[in-house]
C-alpha cells in the first residue's frame, strides 16, 4: 500500500511539502485542501501587487518558469490532487480521517489518511474595535482582499488611507499605497516606535524620518477606538486625533491557526501554536504541523518563538516531505533574519534587537557604526548604519540590525552574521568576518569588521559611548549641563556649529588634538563627535592620555545625527 | 620605558598595526619605514583609478573622512612616525636593530627596536622573457605606475593594450582598459581558463563568454614569448601570435616579499613567505609579519596558502597591533573570499573550486544552480549562476563560486557561505540558511537554499546530472551517440530546437508527461533539458517512475548553457 498524505493548506508550506514528498515517495497519495479559491501564490509578494510593481495577481501564483500553480498544475506537474473551496471541519485522529466540507456546495466528506500535515498557516490579528468589520478595512491577509484593494487605488477611489501597524507589513503597505499612487497615507502604531521588537528606537527613529521624508504622518503611542463609516466617508478615531480616510490597512500581526489541531486535542502553546518537535510532528506523530502554525527555537534565546515567514515555510515543507519520505531531517531554530524595502530605506536584522536582548533577560549593549558599504572611493558608495547587539559580559552576537539605500548591499552584512549566529559567534568572530573584498563590493576594513571591532573596544571599556538620542537630550539640556560638544572633523565640518553654538561647541581636528591640546576646555564633560564615531574615537584614546575628561563618543557621529532627524544647524 | 616599534611597509598592514597600537598604548613609539614615496594608499583600487572611475590618485590615498594619509598626517592623526623613499636593508636581530638606507641621499641609519613588524607586502611576479623592461611593460604593483598608465592612456597614445595574465587583477585591468577609454584589449593567459584555481573551467568558460560580448579578444593556452619594441611600435609575441600593442599588463600574480626575513635568519617557507603562528609572530617572537608577504592557514584544506588581500592584510593588522599591546590574540584562518567586477559580469568564490578541492585530494563533485537573485516575481530581478563544492562521502561543503550581473546580491550568497566554513558545514547547512527574505531581496526558496538542496538530491543519486560542457559534447556527438534531448518546458520554449533538430530533440513539457507517457522515447539516453535544471529534475523522477532511462539531466538548463555561449538555435 502506498503512503496517504492529506495537507491542510495549500500556501507556501503545502505545496512544498507536496513537491518534495512527490519526487520522494512518487507512488505516495497526496491530497492538498485548501480553503480559498486561489493558492500557492507568493503571499509576500501582495504588498507590491498593490503598489502596481506586480501588474497582475496571476504573477504571485507562477512557477518562476511562469506556469499558474492551480489545481490543474498540481496534477500534471506534481500528481498531487487539490481541493478548493473546501475546509477542514475535524480531524478524526482515531478514525485517521479528517472531515471536509466543500463551502461553495456545503458537501462534506471523510478523506482518509496515513499522515496528516497540518500546513493552516496564520490568521490576521484584527482590533477588538467597533468598525473592524467594514468594507473599506482590510487585512491584507490574502490574494483576493488584495485584489478588492487594487481595485479601489487604480479606480481612484482612494485619496486617504490609514495603516494601522507599524510592523513590516504595515510600512510595506504604506509605501504601496503612497509611492506610485500617491495615496496620502497615515501610519498609527501602539507602541512608541515602529518596528517594535525588530530594531532599537535610535533605529526606528531613523526609519520614521525616513516617512516623513516621504509626507507619510506617522502616530505612535496612539490606540484606535474605533473606525466609522458615516455615510460613504470613513473615519479612524485614535484617542488623540480623528483620521479621515478612504481605506484602512489593519496590520497588527498574525496569530498562528492552531484551532484545528487543538481541536483534535493536539499539544497546542499558549499562543495558539501546535507543538511540534524538531522533525515537525506534532503530539501525534501521524500528524506534521510547520510554517505559519508552528513555533520554532530561536537560536540565540533557545526559547519557542513565533516568527512566521515564507522562507521558513519553504524550507520547513521540504523537511515534512523528507521526513513523510521516511527521513529524519531535523531543523536547528532560526536566526529571524527580517528584510524590509520601505521607500529608499531598507532594514535587516538577524537575532535580538537591544530592547529584545535586555527583555530575555541579557546584560546587553551595542554597538553603532556609520560607514561606506563600499571602498570609499568607489562611485556609488553609500552610508550604511548597522548595529550590532553584544552579551557585555562573554561578547557573545545576539544579533544585529541595519539600515540601508542599498538593500543587497545590506543584506550581504546581515545575512552572514544570520548564518553563523547558531554557532554562538563572539565579537571577534565579526572582527574576523571574511566578506569577498574588491573595492565595488566592500571596503578593506568592511563596515561589519568595523563594527566587531567597535563593539570590542567598547567592551574593553576603551570607547565610551553614548547613543544618538542621549546626544539629542545632552543637546538640549546644553545650557544646564555645562557640557562642552568637541568636534574633531575638519574646520569646514565644524564651523556652522561653532558659529551657532560658541559656548559649547568647540573645534580642534583630531590630527591637531596634539599641537592643540591648550584649546582643549578643562574640566568639563566633553562630549566628542565627528561624522561617524572614528575619529572621535581616536580623539578619547588622546584625551585620555592627555588626561582630559570624562568624554564619551557620539557612535555614529553626525552621520546618525542626520539619519536620525535631528537638525540642529 | 615605553615600547618602540619599527613597522617596514606603510601600505595596509603596517598603517593598520601602528594605528591599532598607538589606540591600545599611546605611549608607544612607532615608527614606518617605507621604499615608497606615497604611502597608505588603497592599492586595490588602482584598477578603478586607471579606469576613471577614480580621477585622481590622492583619492586612493585618502582616509574615509577625506585626509590624504602622508608623513604630516600620521604624525597628527596617530602620533606615529614615518619615513619614506627608506629601504630597509638588513635586520641584526642581536642587536634589535634595522638598518635603513634613504633612496634619494644615500644616507644610512641604524633603527633600533623592542619589537619589529614586517609589512613588505608583496612583489608582482615578471615573465622571464625578452622584453619585460621595456617602458611600456607594466605590472601595476603600486601608485605611481598606475599614475604613468593613465598619463598614457589619456594622453591618446593607447590605442591597444596587451594584458599578460587572466587572474583578478587582469580581468580588472582588461575592463579598466577597454571599457571607458576604449583601447582594443587583448587577454592572453597560459592556463587553459581565465581565473585559474578560482572557478570551475564551466564559470571561467562563462566569463570569457561576457568578454567577448565586450570584445575582449582572448587568448588561453599560449605563451608569451618576448615583448618586442620596434622602434616604438611595440608587439606582444606568443607561441602562437604576434599582438601589436601600445601597452602591456603584466598581471602574472604576486609573490611574498620575504627576502629581509630570510637574511636576517627568520623562517621562512618553499615560497618566500615568512612564517608566522597564529598570532603573526615569526620564528624569532619580537618580529611579527602578516599580510601580503605571509602564508595562511586555509580553513577547508589545513594547510598553508598564499592568498594576498587588502582586507585580509588590514584585519591582520588589527591583531598584530593588539598583540604588540600585550594582547594574545590568534588569527583562525581564511576561507578564500574572492569577488570581482569585469564589465557587467561580478564573479564571486569562497573556499576550493571543485578543480583546486580535487586536486587537493577531495572526492568533490559540484551542483550548479541558476535562479532568480529576488523573488521570480519582483522586478529588476536577475538570473544568478551558483556552483557548489562537496565532498561527495560527506556532504561537507567545500566551497562555492558564482556569477551575478548584481555583485552586491552575489555577495550576500557568497558570504554568507564564507561565514561558515570555518564551522565545517555540509549541504544541509546550507539547504537551511537563514537569508532574510522579502521579494525585493530573495526568493521564498532562495538560490543559495535551492542549491543545498540540489547538492543533497545529487548526493542520493536523484538527480543524475551532465555539466554544460559535457552537454556541447553530447550534443556535437548527438549523430554518432544517438541519444535524445528530451526537453520538458512549454511548448513554445522548445519549438525552435524540435524544428531544427527533429531527430534528436522532442518536446515533452513536464507538467504532461504523464499523460504524454507514450510519447518517450525508448531505450534511448535521454538528456532532459529546461531552463534551469529544476522541471528537468522533476521530469527524472517521474521518468525514474516510470521505467524511462538512463537520464542524465542538464544542470543549469538552458541558462547555463546560454550564459556558456552555445548557440544552437
Redesign the interface.
Known amino acids: 500500500m502506498s503512503l496517504n498524505v492529506v495537507i491542510i493548506g495549500a500556501v ?1 508550506l503545502g505545496p ?1 511539502v507536496a513537491s518534495r514528498l ?3 515517495a ?2 505516495a497519495k497526496v491530497t492538498m485542501v485548501d480553503r480559498d479559491s486561489l493558492i500557492a501564490y ?1 503571499g ?2 501582495i504588498p ?1 501587487f498593490i503598489s502596481g ?2 501588474s497582475e495577481p496571476d ?2 501564483r ?4 511562469y ?1 499558474v500553480r492551480d489545481k490543474k ?1 498540481f496534477r ?4 498531487v490532487e487539490v481541493m478548493t473551496r473546501t475546509e477542514a471541519v475535524a480531524v478524526d485522529r482515531a478514525a485517521k480521517t479528517v472531515h471536509v466540507r466543500n463551502i461553495e456546495t456545503g458537501e462534506t466528506t471523510d478523506l482518509p489518511y496515513d499522515r496528516l500535515v497540518l500546513a493552516t498557516g496564520s490568521r490576521p490579528n484584527r482590533l477588538n474595535i467597533p468598525g473592524v468589520d467594514l468594507d473599506r478595512v482590510f487585512t491584507v491577509s490574502n490574494l483576493n482582499e488584495a485584489i478588492r484593494i487594487k481595485e479601489l487605488v487604480a479606480g481612484g477611489q482612494v485619496g486617504q488611507a490609514v495603516v494601522i501597524g507599524g510592523g ?1 507589513i504595515g510600512l ?1 503597505m504604506t509605501e504601496a499605497l503612497s509611492d506610485l499612487w500617491g495615496v496620502e497615507t497615515a501610519l498609527v502604531e501602539v507602541q512608541d516606535q515602529l518596528l517594535p521588537g525588530v530594531v532599537s528606537p535610535i533605529m526606528a527613529h531613523m526609519i520614521r524620518h525616513h516617512l516623513a521624508e516621504n509626507d507619510i504622518a506617522v502616530y505612535l503611542s496612539e490606540t484606535v477606538q474605533r473606525i466609522e463609516d458615516q455615510d460613504g466617508a470613513w473615519q479612524v478615531v485614535t484617542d488623540k486625533r480623528t483620521l479621515k480616510t478612504d481605506l484602512v490597512v489593519m496590520a497588527v500581526g498574525v496569530r498562528p491557526s492552531g484551532n484545528l489541531a487543538k481541536e483534535a486535542g493536539l499539544d497546542v502553546s499558549p499562543s495558539g501554536a501546535v507543538v511540534v518537535n524538531a522533525r515537525f510532528q506534532t503530539s501525534d506523530p501521524d500528524i506534521y504541523a510547520g510554517g505559519d502554525c508552528v513555533e520554532n527555537l530561536h537560536l540565540v534565546t533557545g526559547k519557542r518563538v513565533y516568527f512566521p ?7 520547513q515543507g ?1 523537511i515534512i516531505g523528507t521526513n513523510l519520505a521516511g527521513g529524519t ?1 531535523e ?2 531554530g ?2 529571524g ?5 520601505a521607500f529608499e530605506l ?1 532594514t ?3 537575532g535580538l534587537s537591544l530592547p529584545r536582548a535586555r527583555a530575555e533577560g541579557f546584560d546587553a549593549f551595542s554597538a553603532f557604526v556609520v ?2 558599504d563600499r ?5 556609488g558608495m553609500e552610508l550604511m548604519y548597522l548595529e550590532l547587539v553584544v552579551e557585555r559580559s562573554t561578547g557573545r552576537i545576539l544579533g544585529i540590525q541595519g539600515l540601508s539605500g ?4 545590506l ?2 552584512r ?7 549566529l547558531k ?1 554562538r559567534p563572539t565579537v ?1 568572530d565579526v ?16 563596515i561589519l ?1 568595523a563594527l566587531g ?1 567597535t563593539a570590542e ?1 567598547i567592551m574593553a571599556g ?1 570607547n565610551r559611548v553614548i547613543e544618538v538620542d542621549e546626544f539629542a537630550e545632552k543637546f538640549e539640556r546644553r545650557a544646564e549641563d555645562g557640557c562642552v560638544f568637541l568636534d574633531v ?2 574646520q569646514a565640518n565644524a564651523e556652522p556649529f561653532t558659529a551657532k553654538y560658541p559656548e559649547h561647541w568647540v573645534s580642534i581636528p ?3 588634538l ?2 592643540r591640546r591648550d584649546e582643549v576646555p578643562q574640566n568639563k564633560e566633553l562630549i566628542l563627535i ?3 564615531g ?2 572621535s ?2 580623539a578619547q ?2 584625551l ?2 592627555m588626561g582630559f575628561g570624562p568624554t564619551l563618543n557620539l557612535q555614529g557621529g553626525m552621520g546618525a545625527v542626520k539619519k536620525w532627524g535631528l537638525d540642529i544647524v
Open positions: 507556501a512544498k512527490k519526487r520522494l512518487p507512488q507568493g509576500c509578494g507590491y510593481d506586480i504573477i504571485l507562477e512557477t518562476s518558469f506556469m498544475f500534471g506537474a506534481k500528481d513590516a510595506e515567514a515564507g522562507s521558513l515555510a519553504n524550507r521540504r531531517e531543523f536547528d532560526i536566526a533574519s527580517f528584510i524590509l524595502k531598507n535587516a536584522a538577524a560607514q561606506g571602498a570609499h572611493f568607489y562611485p542599498q538593500g543587497d548591499a543584506a550581504t546581515i545575512d552572514a552574521v544570520a548564518a553563523i554557532y571577534k572582527s574576523n568576518l571574511e566578506l569577498a573584498y574588491a573595492p565595488p563590493f566592500s571596503a578593506a576594513m568592511d569588521n571591532n573596544n576603551k572633523r575638519g583630531q590630527d591637531e596634539l599641537d565627528c561624522n561617524s572614528v575619529r574615537y581616536e584614546v588622546m585620555d592620555e
